[in-house]
């Protein structure tokens, strides 16, 4: 199992903090290099289809240009690959194809890495950690190459304090059986400062699961009018519910409503190429919503010592049944919220959604007549709802448990079922 624990780095000199702002800086010069060889090869290629070996050919010539920046300035030729890999190349994969139609102008320029990724394991680790207990180290992270042997890599020693109130993060550290890599970046919080992710690997036996007594899910359901609905209904201390949507983030989605507004009347006057321009911007912000969404999922899963994670599975779901869902990017809050609980120790399953916004979570009836748009009413027992949220109940069960074929009238096994 796959683990990420975050820590502040303590005690760093101003030395030390103006050597990684210039590094995210150099970093990004590298990706900058790498961008634009891609944009010269999509200007070569543009209006006519590509090969496998092309399309690979042109990925390594936008890695040695980053390459070539990176032994210019005097680093690690290692450092521009990963950032390339993590970074540059998510974005350049997305975006190539759009220029080479014609649908994009130019691709974005990175002008500041994000972060500065260092590989642990092998023989070609580029930092240390060691430590026990609440004293954890970074030692000798290698910026340069020649290793220890380089004397700007000797004696650097970086003490690290987890972020969370509880110490979860020196218990990670503690448990790995194998360090995998760890990421450097600006504390967003506190200006000037700066944190560090490290990954590990974990064995399966220290799963979040085996410190809770029972078994308890919640249930994300993907509205209509809200990215996710989220629901414990069986926590043994009460259920708990809430929607996520635009009361949570007001700026964000008043910004994102402007987009949208004026990406219409950019249709409108017939101005498409300005249109698709801004339809890069809105999908960002939804993406930046979900981010912010996912994160606080998991953050009250943990809090509420939930063991797992279920959301329903909305693959190959057409665009008449999917209706105004399929213009948010649902596939990547599935995706970030299944990586973080999984980083977080959480189990996650994908339910499949026919039949859970028409089954009552109280009774397990299910009839269409059960919903009328955001209000659920079951017709058998009268339990009533919103409809998103009896779906979250519904998904958080299994719903599976229901055993329901398609067209059923009467539930098979709802009997330990109860309303939250």
Known sequence: MIKTATFYICGLSKSEKKLLRDLCRDLGRAGTAMVREWYRAADEIRGRRISKEEWSGIQQRGMQAGKQVIKELGYRPELAGEIGRVEFFARFRTEF?????????????????????????????????????????????????????????????????????????????????????????????????????????????????????????????????????????????????????????????????????????????????????????????????????????????????????????????????????????????VTRVEQKGREAGLAFELVRPFGTSQTCSACGHREKENRKGAEFFCVRCGFSCHADLNAANNIARGMQDFGLPVGAKEPLRATRLEVA
Request: overall charge positive.
């Open 97 to 333: 194809g759009k220029i080479v139609k014609g649908e994009k102008a130019s691709l974005p320029f990175p002008g500041r890495a994000p972060f500065i990724y260092l590989r642990m394991d092998g023989s070609h680790a580029q930092a240390q950690i060691e430590g026990a207990g609440e004293e954890w180290l970074v030692r000798d992270p290698r910026f340069w190459p020649g290793g220890k042997r380089d004397k700007r890599n000797v004696g650097r020693t970086w003490r690290l304090k987890a972020v969370d109130r509880k110490g979860w993060g020196y218990g990670i550290l503690a448990g790995a059986e194998k360090l995998a890599c760890l990421r450097i970046m600006p504390n967003r919080k506190r200006a000037g400062e700066w944190v560090v992710k490290v990954t590990v690997h974990l064995p399966e036996a220290a799963s979040a699961l085996s410190v809770f007594e029972e078994e308890v899910w919640a249930g994300i359901d993907l509205g209509l009018n809200h990215p996710a609905v989220l629901s414990v209904p069986d926590h043994p201390k009460g259920g708990y519910v809430r929607f996520f949507g635009e009361r949570d983030y007001s700026r964000l989605w008043a910004r994102l409503h402007e987009y949208e507004r004026r990406k219409r009347v950019l249709n409108r006057a017939g101005k498409k190429r300005a249109a698709l321009e801004l339809r890069a911007r809105i999908t960002g912000l939804r993406k930046h919503i979900n981010e912010l969404v996912s994160r606080q999922i998991v953050d009250t899963c943990l809090g509420m010592r939930v063991t797992g994670i279920r959301i329903e599975n909305l693959k190959g779901l057409g665009n008449r049944e999917a209706g105004k869902l399929k213009y948010w990017p649902r596939h990547h809050l």
